[in-house]
């Protein structure tokens, strides 16, 4: 089992950043890869950004490409997504994901954490 635990989350005026953490524990030397999610109120939950956990590679959603950038700390077995630039539209709650191999959907998931954007 990998727990994960989202932090960071909070209310933002358009154009402002924020930084969200993701601690995991448990069972991490079985994680393959971390992503970021988010859902936002009526609609369904979407990607944001993945990182890989051994290697770094990254992904992101093209609705937050160049404002977003995802990162991790092997160390201290955590995950970043530091937000720039941020619109209403991304408004949502946010949720930290673990997957153990390339091939496998996202099994572990936080609680998730509430972003606002305010206009």
């Known amino acids: 089992q990998v727990q994960l635990v989202e932090s960071g989350g909070g209310l933002v005026q358009a154009g402002g950043s924020l930084r969200l953490s993701c601690a995991a524990s448990?069972?991490?030397?079985?994680?393959?890869?971390m992503g970021w999610f988010r859902q936002a109120p009526g609609k369904e939950r979407e990607f944001v950004a993945a990182i890989t956990w051994s290697g770094g590679s990254t992904s992101y959603a093209d609705s937050v490409k160049g404002r977003f950038t995802i990162s991790r700390d092997n160390a201290k077995n955590m995950v970043y997504l530091q937000m720039n630039m941020l619109k209403p539209e991304d408004t949502a709650v946010y949720y930290c994901a673990a997957r153990t191999t390339p091939s496998t959907m996202y099994r572990y998931w936080g609680q998730g954490t509430q972003v606002t954007v305010s206009s």
């Open positions: 448990g069972r991490t030397f079985s994680v393959y890869g």
